[in-house]
């Protein structure tokens, strides 16, 4: 599961690293289990039985699978399309820098507006980039999660709250480097150039090119700074919170099963801790990534000029949008996620 979006924690990915993190507990598990048996000696050989009986008494054995990653980002995918429209209103919100009276009176006036004058794709503006982003995005994050988790574990191969708090800061940044951050530029300057007297983007490719044509290629790396710090904390929040959670959970035994329900509840903690701890990167972020860009030179000359234009509430536009959509996420990637993969899995084998 994991918004593992750049926006909100993209929970189908920690799904998958939970469930990764699930049978590395289980095989770790399995040495200790048989030093135990070894060490208590030979076992008392049981009664003859028949080959019938064995064959009757013996249960079926049972074979752990985790969701193949192509159809969890493709599961992630069909959650974008469905919560992006917050995203949007999100975008818009912080973009507005207009006091009196602001651009928007509200999420209602926004979605209302832009249905009014684009139809309901406005709402979908900024979308394209997300899709192209998403297998890049989930590769670079969880590869460098794995990579960082294996040469941090424990003698038994766990991995407690500190390290993966550490790994999970690694991958966050390392995504947000690679991917997010053009990606996220991309997303935002779309949807700004809709409210333009005259939007100048025809379509995404159109768009990325104008974009390198006038700023060369780190026109699409504006916010770069900005982008980093709010990846890397949004993930380091969101893996502390969720290992933390389960960790309280499960006690001491790591192979305990998890509720779907609690699953859901211990999702929307993590998602709301992760979008009340770094909205304020968020914002700045996204005003460093639109048409205007170009006014600040550095991320604290635009965080001094929110504060002293519009006061320390504007650094919390959009809150109510991304703790929306982490709504959503949690009833999407806990409640249909599976439904979801089990359609998958009848037309795409990977077994």
């Known amino acids: 599961m994991i918004e593992f979006s750049g926006l909100v924690p993209d929970l189908q990915e920690l799904r998958i690293w939970s469930e990764r993190q699930r049978l590395l507990n289980h095989q770790c598990a399995k040495p200790e289990k048989d030093s135990r048996e070894a060490a208590a000696g030979p076992p008392t050989p049981p009664a003859r039985a028949t080959p019938h009986a064995l064959a009757a008494g013996a249960p079926a054995p049972r074979k752990a699978t985790v969701t193949h990653p192509g159809k969890a980002i493709l599961a992630g995918d069909i959650e974008i399309c469905i919560t992006f429209p917050t995203e949007y209103v999100k ?93 996220e ?50 993930q380091a929040i969101l893996f502390f919170v969720l290992t933390s959670l389960r960790n309280w959970y499960q006690g001491d035994n790591p192979n305990k099963p998890m509720n779907p329900l609690i699953t859901g509840v211990f999702g929307a903690i993590t998602g709301t801790a992760s979008v009340r701890g770094n909205t304020p990167l968020d914002m700045i972020k996204t005003r460093m990534q639109g048409l205007e860009a170009h006014k600040y030179h550095k991320m ?28 959503l996420d949690v009833a999407i990637v806990f409640v249909i996620y599976d439904e979801v993969v089990k359609l998958l899995n009848k037309v795409w084998k990977t077994d």
């Open 91 to 183: 975008t818009q919100l912080q973009l507005d820098e207009r006091l009196h009276p602001p651009r928007y009176q509200g999420i209602g006036d926004c979605v209302r507006r832009t249905v009014h004058n684009h139809g309901v794709p406005g709402l979908y503006r900024g979308l394209i980039s997300l899709l192209y982003g998403s297998i890049p995005k989930a590769a670079v994050r969880l590869g460098m999660f794995e990579f960082l988790s294996n040469h941090m574990r424990d003698a038994q191969g766990r991995l407690d709250s500190t390290r993966g708090l550490q790994c999970s800061l690694g991958a966050g940044m390392a995504d947000a480097v690679v991917v997010v951050c053009p990606m």
């Open 185 to 234: 530029t991309i997303k935002v300057k779309f949807i700004h150039d809709q409210t333009s007297p005259s939007p100048k983007y025809r379509g995404f490719f159109h768009g990325v090119r104008e974009i390198v044509w006038e700023r060369g290629l780190k026109g699409t790396y504006q916010g770069l700074v900005a982008t980093v710090l709010k990846q890397g904390s949004n």
């Open 300 to 327: 604290w000359d635009r965080g001094l000029q929110i504060l002293r234009n519009e006061g320390p509430k504007a650094f919390y536009k959009g809150t109510v949008p991304r703790l929306g959509r982490v709504c």
